[in-house]
């Protein structure tokens, strides 16, 4: 009866181990982190672009309201 070995060497780790497992988990952790930073800078660059033309109107309608003072 023949026993069913992997192909690697004699020190490698086989493919479904443990330390195999916890690589691919960090893996995954990083590009979650790495989506949720990308998605975090887009927010602010949209939040920041909204305020930047929030305030133009808010200049202009300044010096339109202090025109009608006179």
């Given amino acids: ?3 069913p070995t992997h ?3 004699p020190f490698e780790r086989a493919p479904y181990s ?3 497992r916890d690589t691919i988990g960090a893996g995954a952790a990083e590009a ?3 989506m949720i930073k990308r998605f975090c800078k887009c927010a602010l660059t949209i939040l920041a ?3 930047a033309v929030a305030g133009v109107i808010a200049l202009k309608a300044a ?3 202090s ?3 006179y």
Avoid: K, N, Q, Y
Wanted: aromatic share 4%; no cysteine.
């Fill in 63 to 65: 010096v339109h309201i």
């Fill in 18 to 20: 443990m330390a195999r």
């Fill in 7 to 9: 192909t690697r060497g």
């Fill in 32 to 34: 979650h982190l790495a």
């Fill in 1 to 3: 009866m023949t026993v």
């Fill in 67 to 69: 025109s009608f003072s």
């Fill in 49 to 51: 672009a909204g305020g």
